[in-house]
Nanobody, 120 residues
Framework: QVQLVESGGDLVQPGGSLRLSCAAS????????MAWYRRPPGKRRELVAT???????NYADSVKGRFTIARDNAKNMVYLQMNSLKPEDSAVYYC??????????????WGQGTRVTVSS
């Protein structure tokens, strides 16, 4: 069994920063792509950033230059550093990872989400 657990969500003022973390654990053989998604209130889930196991990254236009995705392959962790936060960044943020289990099955796993609220 594999789990993704996010942490780091909080209430922050506009212009502030937060760092989200996501830990993958369980019967993991390997992890390829990892990503952060978010679901703003009343809206559909959207892709925020992705990172390959080689470290190549991509970002949604709305967060380019403000957010940074990173990963620690040794710890099976992925992070999202969020700077210059705006009220429109308020959302539940979800970790996503494409994982091959020790039984050689490849699944797309999701965390339970962590809430970020940007408000004064």
């Amino acid at each position: 069994q594999v789990q993704l657990v996010e942490s780091g969500g909080d209430l922050v003022q506009p212009g502030g920063s937060l760092r989200l973390s996501c830990a993958a654990s369980g019967s993991i053989k390997s992890i390829s792509n990892m990503a952060w998604y978010r679901r703003p209130p009343g809206k559909r889930r959207e892709l925020v950033a992705t990172i390959t196991n080689g470290g190549n990254t991509n970002y949604a236009d709305s967060v380019k230059g403000r957010f940074t995705i990173a990963r620690d392959n040794a710890k099976n962790m992925v992070y999202l550093q969020m700077n210059s936060l705006k009220p429109e960044d308020s959302a539940v943020y979800y970790c996503n990872a494409l994982i091959t289990t020790t039984l050689e099955f490849e699944f797309n796993y999701w965390g339970q989400g962590t809430r970020v609220t940007v408000s004064s």
